[in-house]
C-alpha cells in the first residue's frame, strides 16, 4: 500500500523554523513530483511547494517564496521542507502528496499523507 507519512511540525514562535519530512513507501513507480500543502481552519488546501522526480526542479506558492525550500533524499525517498522566517499565517496543517503535476493545486495530488500541525504563535 502507498503511504506517506509527515513529521516535524510542532509549535514555534514568529520568526522561528522548522523542518518537515515526507517518508514515502510502497510506490510502484515513481511520481512526477512530490508536493507539499496546507490547509488551515475553514480554508481551502493551498500548493505550498512541490519537487519534480524527474529534474529536481522545484516550485513555490508566492507566499513562501525566499523563506521555505523543498529538497529530496532520492535513496530513503524522502521530502523535506524548511521552513524559515515562519509567521503566524503560516498555521496550518501541512500535508505532503505524490502528484501528477507540478502545478501546485491539490487538483494534481494522487496520494496523501495524514498532515502534521504546525502552529506559528507567541
Known amino acids: 500500500q502507498v503511504q506517506l507519512v509527515e513529521s516535524g511540525g510542532g509549535l514555534v514562535q514568529p520568526g522561528g523554523s522548522l523542518r518537515l519530512s515526507c517518508a514515502a513507501s510502497?510506490?510502484?513507480?515513481?511520481?512526477?513530483?512530490i508536493g507539499w500543502f496546507r490547509q488551515a481552519p475553514g480554508k481551502e488546501r493551498e500548493g505550498v511547494s512541490c519537487?519534480?522526480?524527474?529534474?529536481?526542479?522545484?516550485y513555490y506558492a508566492d507566499s513562501v517564496k525566499g523563506r521555505f525550500t523543498i529538497s529530496k533524499d532520492g535513496d530513503k525517498k524522502m521530502v523535506y521542507l524548511q521552513m524559515n522566517s515562519l509567521k503566524p499565517e503560516d498555521t496550518a496543517v501541512y500535508y505532503c502528496?505524490?502528484?501528477?503535476?507540478?502545478?501546485?493545486?491539490?487538483?494534481?495530488?494522487?496520494?496523501w499523507g495524514q498532515g502534521t500541525q504546525v502552529t506559528v504563535s507567541s
Open positions: 502528496a505524490t502528484m501528477r503535476s507540478s502545478l501546485l493545486y491539490a487538483y494534481y495530488a494522487e496520494y
Open positions: 510502497g510506490i510502484t513507480a515513481d511520481p512526477y513530483a
Open positions: 519537487v519534480s522526480n524527474s529534474d529536481g526542479s522545484t
